[in-house]
């Protein structure tokens, strides 16, 4: 499974951006997906998941929404509100089976940097 995420940039505080991650190689529909992000110095964290239902880490609750498009091939996770701790290199990553952690996710995409100014 390929994976290709897009969609990041600049943005000011209380604005909003939506990345997009393009899967190929393998239906879609099958995989567990999520965005993770990366701040610098820090660790890979959970953002979102969905395969039936989404789930969110907590300090992106009421503001991220995850979503996929299984015809298109196409995760995506709508930012809104955003403040400057969500800067970071956003991943998606998809799963073959029911993920317990970031480790059961095999394909990942090269990152997309969002960058929120103060």
């Known amino acids: 499974v390929q994976l290709q995420a897009s969609g990041g940039g600049l943005v000011q505080a209380g604005g909003s951006l939506r990345l997009s991650c393009a899967a190929s190689?393998?239906?879609?529909?099958?995989?567990?997906a999520a965005w993770f992000r990366q701040a610098p110095g820090k660790e890979r964290d959970f953002v979102a998941a969905v395969r039936t239902m989404a789930t969110y880490a907590d300090s992106v609750k009421g503001r991220f929404t995850i979503s996929r498009d299984n015809a298109k091939n196409t995760l995506y996770l709508q930012m809104n509100n955003l403040k400057p701790e969500d800067t970071a290199v956003y991943y998606c990553a998809a799963a073959p089976r029911r993920p317990y952690g970031i480790q059961d996710y095999d394909y990942w995409g090269r990152g997309t940097l969002v960058t929120v100014s103060s």
């Open positions: 190689g393998r239906t879609f529909s099958l995989l567990a």
